[in-house]
């Protein structure tokens, strides 16, 4: 019986954990700019295969630092005979991100930028 206790209010916790909503930041001001950026470093076997852009969001930390990146889309055009879709640039892509650095605020952020990468 205690065992059947335990675990019915095991899982009325874990229920209510469930319910309970994760408040998000503040949307960032649209003129917020990194003060150090990184730009995306591509494998070299991955160069020149695509060209396009990423949105990226992310929040940005009373601190500056850019927690939780991750591509909401992205438009890939292929460069010569590549075709498919890109492997390895989304990677690149926020791990260069997660590298760049805000001004400190007074609160946290959530903000969106597009990621470009381009050849000539």
């Avoid at 205690?2 to 095991?10: E, M, N, Q, Y």
């Avoid at 916790?13 to 408040?23: D, K, N, R």
């Avoid at 292929?78 to 879709?85: D, H, L, R, V, Y």
């Amino acid at each position: 019986m205690k065992l059947a206790v335990f675990f019915l209010a095991l899982s009325l916790g874990i229920a209510m954990c469930a319910c309970t909503s994760v408040e998000q930041p503040p949307i960032c001001p649209t003129d917020l700019a990194p003060t150090v950026s990184v730009p995306p470093k591509l494998p070299a076997r991955l160069h020149n295969e695509f060209s396009g852009t990423a949105k990226v969001a992310f929040v940005v930390s009373a601190e500056g630092k850019v927690q939780s990146p991750e591509v909401v889309s992205a438009q890939w055009d292929p460069i010569g005979n590549s075709s498919g879709q890109p492997l390895g640039y989304h990677e690149a892509i926020l791990s260069a991100v997660a590298k760049w650095r805000y001004p400190p605020r007074r609160e946290a952020c959530r903000h969106e930028v597009p990621v470009a990468i381009r050849f000539n």
